[in-house]
């Protein structure tokens, strides 16, 4: 069975700073798809940007990217110019691409905080 | 155009109560999908419908756990009776196609919070 592991309970950045969040998972399809999720305090939880498993170019939005690790099975999240409002909860998490497997896999979460 | 919304947003309960948890998935969203995450730890999957019906649901931890969907739009997950391990965020997703153009991607409700003592 897949899973997801995020090392990292609690992390903090300066605001304008950089911050990586890292996450790894495990899985032995070789064609997947990994999310990193935002849950700010009593919000849902968003998307924040999503990376198809077959490309090789690591996925960018905006602020966000991601340092896709195929091999390693690695999978960070690095926020630039950090911003308060990216002050949240941050999910990783894996879905299989099989017929019959359909739920998220997720990582237990990192706490991220932004100091003014 | 309205989210996924769950109700209530906070439930708290005492040991061997029933409690029934709501979820309005976006409209149009044939797949809705229940997890929960207890504190500190990982998101874990319950089940998914793929409108009324049940596809999986091989993460409901025992039959104390009752999930339906009737109609195939919102969804309820009842807890009879709940235990103190019940406590956690119960949260409730849903997507329109399970294919590539959607990138798989689920839209996840707030969630509840159930505490039970």
């Known amino acids: 069975a897949q899973t997801v592991t995020q090392s990292q309970p609690e992390m903090s950045v300066q605001e304008a700073e950089t911050v990586t969040l890292s996450c790894t998972y495990d899985?032995?399809?070789?064609?997947?798809?990994l999310f990193w999720y935002k849950q700010p305090p009593s919000r849902q939880m968003i998307l924040v940007i999503r990376?198809?498993?077959?490309?090789?170019q690591n996925a960018t939005e905006n602020r966000f990217s991601v340092n896709f690790q195929k091999a390693a099975k690695s999978f960070s999240l690095k926020i630039s110019d950090s911003q308060l409002g990216d002050a949240a909860m941050y999910f990783c998490?894996?879905?299989?691409?099989?017929?019959?497997?359909?739920?998220?896999?997720f990582g237990a979460g990192t706490r991220l905080t932004v100091k003014p | 155009e309205a989210g996924v919304t769950q109700f209530p947003s906070h439930s708290v309960i005492e040991k061997g109560q029933t409690v029934t948890l709501r979820c309005d998935p976006i409209?149009?969203?044939?797949?809705l999908y229940w997890y929960r995450r207890v504190m500190g730890k990982e998101i874990k999957f319950l089940l998914h419908?793929?409108?009324?019906?049940?596809?999986?649901e091989s993460g409901m931890p025992n039959n104390r756990f009752l999930a339906e969907r009737t109609g195939g739009t919102y969804s309820t997950l009842k807890v009879q009776p709940a235990e103190l391990e019940d406590s956690g965020v119960y949260f409730c997703?849903?997507?329109?196609?399970?294919?590539?153009?959607?990138?798989?991607?689920?839209?996840f409700g707030p969630g509840t919070r159930l505490t039970v003592t």
């Open positions: 997703a849903s997507s329109q196609a399970l294919d590539r153009d959607s990138s798989y991607e689920q839209y």
């Open positions: 899985t032995s399809e070789s064609d997947y798809y």
């Open positions: 990376q198809e498993a077959y490309k090789q």
């Open positions: 998490a894996y879905r299989s691409l099989l017929y019959n497997n359909n739920d998220m896999r």
């Open positions: 409209s149009g969203h044939d797949n």
């Open positions: 419908f793929v409108k009324e019906s049940k596809q999986d």
